[in-house]
């Protein structure tokens, strides 16, 4: 027998290698789904002519827009950390780009691409990417418009079939006379290509849904392209040099502030942009569960690092900065890509036309081009921002933002915003307007816009000491925030108005009624902050109602107040809970078989949540003997379907003090109308025969551990717990469960007004051994309120 064990050797080649002493795990094949091939495909005759549109827009050679989108494809692709989202040259860059072309030329604007990549990289491995997201959103969509704008304005004057200057207002200035000076060719072709990309998606019927397959933006160009190849109109044409000619990165020259300047523009917009972008893929991927258990969240940092080296690389091949691509991103995840192949793969499709197919490309009209860049700028300046921005009175932060950008520049546009955002939050901070009024009913309404700061506390004293003494008194406050100052002031108030015989109810924007916090008088719900409709948490309100002939506030507005503490309080944090529920289905490990009566609140007194108990309330806690129930089976139903199909492993019968139905049993006389009450009590009759058929000589009265029942309705009570137990071994379904020994049966004894849950003890399967040894009833321990 030989032992599989390794030796070492000085001599490697005369020593021969020992068998492994396990079978090497099988090599796992390199495989691409179909989906991710068919998405690719889609994504690259996007990429294809808007790549060498936005490299026309910023004055870069226009090997440079293929060059990004390759790089952005497998770089960026590979290595960052949000797996559907496409990146490679991004209009929001186009402007940036072409003012550092203007100040430091191509080779050197490569450089200061290289070196914000760097910078992203350190950014990444700062885990800092979260931080990023910080910007107020009404500066991130005014960026995007202001450079929307000046693409669009930049590219009128190609479609026009002239050359746009630098700066806006030099091309808007220029524009009167460009429109004196037409050329019919060019704008022959634009107009043709706008018409396509307006036209395309609009296609009705099936011929449009098989349209949509192929971009317009593709369909627009090749139409333009064929147009003028077939009629020979003599256009500018896309001209492609030889790759052998082809300019790297260089070192950038000037002064370094300038320097510093541009690195710090690059890295700001492709960050802010990539990040935005991959959030938004996120939220378009959690639409599809599948997809979005497959794929997952994006990681932002690794984002960070991913685009950082697609800079990098993409700057030191002579390409144009990379950032994520909404356009793209969109179009991947709609096309259905399953993994971050379908990037890689359109970075190959690119990479592979960019050296195959140039006598194709350099078919294709500049002004076809310009238009489809146009119309990318015009899309920039989104309506649906605009409103959205407007709606939460941020559109002075939005147009400070964009015409920053629009006359100064991107990272001067950007700061502006900023400044602004700032400003308006401290204004928004600090601006609280208080005012006071009385109604017809003689309640002091205070009424609180804004949030509620030690700056505001002055104020606010001085107007709720405008309210008289006794007097009723609602405080409506409309804001997102109160200071420690703001809070003890408005309590301080609040304990001295109501100690002087006033009441004061707060509530929020929509008159909702508000969980204040309690004085310490009236603070016993205190624990049960999602609880707040019982009279201890409004005695004011409770003694009132006691006195005044038009009675309390209907149950209604209370129903509508408990529903709106919920949402507000309660939803978001069972929220999760109740949607893994609602998805995986009920599986409670208990039927809770209780009385109807309003106090006894089952998920306080197990101290149970959602999912963990199915309960069954009636009046008196009644289980009906099977066929007993004259056409009424809905407690049967209830048990049948908790032990058969929902395979519940214990019932517990609960009784408590003070039960009106035993109560009902002991007071009412034999005979009389039937009405429904007492037809239904009828089933409650054996437990009055029990406590009457036992004489208790032996003292084996049911009691409560170390005392006697305090009266005969707590003895029935306890008595009838027991005798449920009972017709709950006659059901079918409990007696074959409790033969295999698959289920368990409780008793429970809830005493409300100690707030004390009893256990009964020497639950058994065997009839005898229950009549003697199971009336005996231990303390499960106090609920702490």
């Given amino acids: 027998m030989s032992a599989c064990v390794p030796t070492r050797t000085t001599d490697s080649a005369h020593a021969p290698r020992a068998p492994r002493p396990h079978t090497p795990p099988p090599h796992r094949r390199f495989r691409i789904a179909g989906a991710d091939v068919s998405a690719s495909i889609a994504v690259f005759l996007i990429a294809l002519p808007l790549s060498l549109g936005i490299a026309l827009a910023t004055g870069a050679p226009l090997q440079a827009g293929l060059v990004a989108a390759a790089v952005g494809g497998l770089v960026a692709g590979r290595f960052g950390g949000s797996a559907l989202q496409v990146s490679g040259p991004a209009a929001g860059l186009t402007v940036v780009t072409a003012d550092l072309i203007q100040k430091y030329g191509w080779r050197a604007t490569c450089g200061i691409t290289v070196l914000a990549g760097v910078a992203q990289l350190g950014l990444g491995c700062l885990r800092v990417a979260r931080t990023a997201l910080a910007v107020s959103p009404a500066v991130v969509h005014g960026m995007l418009a202001g450079i929307g704008v000046t693409i669009a304005v930049a590219q009128l004057h190609i479609v026009l079939g002239g050359t746009p200057h630098s700066s806006v207002i030099g091309n808007v200035r220029e524009l009167p006379d460009q429109l004196a000076h037409l050329h019919p060719a060019a704008l022959s072709m634009s107009v043709l290509t706008l018409v396509v990309l307006l036209l395309w998606p609009r296609i009705p019927g099936r011929a449009g849904r098989m349209a949509k397959v192929v971009p317009a933006a593709l369909v627009a160009v090749a139409a333009a392209t064929a147009c003028a190849s077939l009629s020979g109109i003599g256009l500018d044409k896309v001209h492609l040099p030889s790759w052998r000619s082809h300019a790297l990165a260089g070192l950038p020259e000037g002064p370094v502030l300038g320097i510093v300047a541009a690195v710090l523009t690059i890295m700001l917009v492709c960050s802010v942009q990539s990040l935005l972008g991959a959030v938004a893929v996120d939220k378009l991927v959690a639409q599809d569960p599948a997809l979005h258990a497959r794929v997952g969240r994006s990681d932002l940092d690794r984002e960070l690092l991913g685009q950082g080296a697609a800079n990098v690389v993409s700057g030191a091949l002579g390409g144009l900065p990379v950032a994520g691509v909404a356009v793209r991103s969109v179009t991947n995840v709609r096309a259905g890509a399953v993994s971050r192949n379908s990037s890689m793969l359109h970075g190959v499709w690119v990479l592979v036309a960019a050296l195959l197919l140039v006598p194709v490309l350099e078919l294709i009209p500049l002004a076809s081009l310009a238009a489809l860049v146009m119309a990318v700028g015009i899309q920039m300046v989104s309506l649906n921002h605009i409103r959205t921005v407007t709606r939460h009175r941020e559109i002075l932060v939005y147009a400070v933002t964009t015409l920053g950008v629009v006359l100064v520049g991107v990272l001067e546009?950007?700061?502006?915003?900023?400044?602004?955002?700032?400003?308006?939050?401290?204004?928004?901070?600090?601006?609280?307007?208080?005012?006071?009024?009385?109604?017809?009913?003689?309640?002091?309404?205070?009424?609180?816009?804004?949030?509620?700061?030690?700056?505001?506390?002055?104020?606010?004293?001085?107007?709720?000491?405008?309210?008289?003494?006794?007097?009723?008194?609602?405080?409506?406050?409309?804001?997102?925030?109160?200071?420690?100052?703001?809070?003890?002031?408005?309590?301080?108030?609040?304990?001295?108005?109501?100690?002087?015989?006033?009441?004061?109810?707060?509530?929020?924007?929509?008159?909702?009624?508000?969980?204040?916090?309690?004085?310490?008088?009236?603070?016993?719900?205190?624990?049960?902050?999602?609880?707040?409709?019982?009279?201890?948490?409004?005695?004011?309100?409770?003694?009132?109602?006691?006195?005044?002939?038009?009675?309390?506030?209907?149950?209604?507005?209370?129903?509508?107040?408990?529903?709106?503490?919920?949402?507000?309080?309660?939803?978001?944090?069972?929220?999760?809970?109740?949607?893994?529920?609602?998805?995986?289905?009920?599986?409670?490990?208990?039927?809770?078989?209780?009385?109807?009566?309003?106090?006894?609140?089952?998920?306080?007194?197990?101290?149970?949540?959602?999912?963990?108990?199915?309960?069954?309330?009636?009046?008196?806690?009644?289980?009906?003997?099977?066929?007993?129930?004259?056409?009424?089976?809905?407690?049967?139903?209830?048990?049948?379907?908790?032990?058969?199909?929902?395979?519940?492993?214990?019932?517990?019968?609960?009784?408590?003090?003070?039960?009106?139905?035993?109560?009902?049993?002991?007071?009412?006389?034999?005979?009389?109308?039937?009405?429904?009450l007492k037809r239904w009590l009828r089933h409650g009759l054996p437990s009055l025969e029990r406590m009457g058929r036992d004489d208790r000589d032996d003292g084996l009265w049911p009691r409560l551990a170390g005392r006697a029942p305090a009266d005969a309705v707590e003895q029935l009570c306890l008595t009838n717990v027991v005798q449920q137990l009972e017709h709950l071994r006659a059901h079918e379904s409990v007696a074959r469960r409790l033969a295999e020994g698959s289920l368990e049966l409780h008793g429970m004894y809830f005493h409300v007004g100690e707030a004390q849950a009893y256990l009964l003890t020497g639950a058994t399967s065997d009839d005898a051994v229950l009549d003697e040894v199971f009336d005996q009833v231990a303390p499960a321990g106090r609920v702490k309120v």
């Fill in 413 to 676: 546009g950007v700061a502006l915003g900023v400044a602004v955002a700032v400003a308006v939050a401290l204004h928004r901070l600090a601006r609280t307007r208080i005012t006071h009024t009385e109604d017809e009913d003689g309640v002091h309404h205070v009424r609180v816009r804004g949030q509620l700061t030690f700056l505001a506390v002055p104020r606010l004293s001085r107007t709720l000491h405008l309210v008289p003494q006794g007097a009723d008194a609602v405080v409506e406050l409309d804001g997102s925030f109160m200071d420690h100052a703001a809070f003890e002031s408005l309590q301080c108030w609040q304990d001295g108005h109501t100690g002087q015989g006033g009441t004061v109810e707060m509530t929020g924007r929509a008159g909702t009624r508000i969980a204040e916090p309690a004085s310490s008088a009236h603070s016993c719900c205190r624990p049960w902050t999602p609880w707040r409709n019982h009279h201890c948490d409004r005695p004011q309100e409770a003694e009132q109602g006691a006195h005044d002939t038009a009675g309390p506030r209907p149950s209604g507005h209370q129903l509508a107040s408990g529903i709106s503490a919920f949402q507000r309080n309660t939803a978001p944090h069972v929220r999760g809970e109740l949607a893994r529920l609602a998805r995986e289905g009920q599986r409670p490990a208990q039927l809770f078989l209780t009385c109807a009566d309003s106090r006894v609140v089952t998920s306080m007194i197990t101290s149970s949540g959602p999912g963990d108990l199915f309960v069954v309330r009636n009046v008196g806690n009644l289980v009906p003997l099977p066929g007993a129930e004259s056409g009424d089976d809905s407690v049967a139903a209830a048990i049948e379907y908790a032990v058969d199909v929902l395979q519940v492993k214990s019932i517990t019968v609960c009784g408590h003090s003070g039960c009106g139905a035993m109560q009902a049993l002991l007071g009412t006389p034999p005979g009389g109308a039937q009405t429904p």
